[in-house]
């Protein structure tokens, strides 16, 4: 697949974007060359989550993947949407207290493919240190050689993901930390493209991903880990951004909305407090 990103759209907008906004994506690709559809996000943008609602109800995929959840989490949304509890989703889940933006955000996604199955993909907190010690195949279970946990990334990249680890931390983590930071971003982006794949199994394609623009990337997210275990598997990524990519752009297409309007991030880090970052880069 050619990896030379296409523009989708660029939508420098302040209020929310529709479908009139964005092109047909079933006119750039389709799901018998491309099974598993990755759309990313800047996470707190809720620009980003109307484009990737529009997208999927354009798309209206058998299965949609949430970063945002893991698949307990997936599985009582399936319920509780069959219930007609879906106004309740957020306090069942005690969305509150997980760390990520606004659950309307993600709710519109879900609304917008009725009939989707919902997985999850979350690795919980309580996994994410020991992995930083251990490392990501003794985490993952057996199926790690599938996805390349095995195996010591290449030195020009694992140099590049450290950085890129050390930058979203605000330059504010210990060097010895950041391999494994870098080890945990790894257990997560093979969680995605398990779930993806066991996802297209069992209902076919296409599949749609809802996660970060990190773990969307091509050249070594779960996009590459997919291409790995499953090179038959058609896949393409979309990357939605606050900014234009300086350079080469490690998706298939990218839509770039107005930047959301926060706090400096690295307030925190400034402060000494330093945590895991569930989105990291």
Known sequence: MNRAATLLAALALSGAVSAQDLPDLTGIVHPDDAQILFLGEVHDNPLHHDAQAALVAAWQPTALVFEMLDPAEARLVMEERAAGRFDRLAETLDWASSGWPDFAMYAQIMQAAPAAAIWGAEVPRDRIRPVMETGAAAEFGPRAGLFGLDQPLPEDQQTAREALQAEAHCDALPEVMLPG?????????????????????????????????????????????????????????VAILEQAPDGDLPADAWIMTAPHDRPDPCDGFRQGAVALDRGAP
């Open 181 to 237: 930071f870098v080890e945990a971003q790894r257990l997560r982006d093979a969680r995605l493209a398990e779930a993806a794949l066991d996802a297209l199994a069992a209902h076919g394609g296409p599949v749609v991903v809802i996660t970060g623009n990190g773990h969307a990337r091509t050249d070594w997210g779960a996009p590459a880990l997919i291409g790995l275990a499953a090179p038959q598997v058609g896949v393409f990524s």
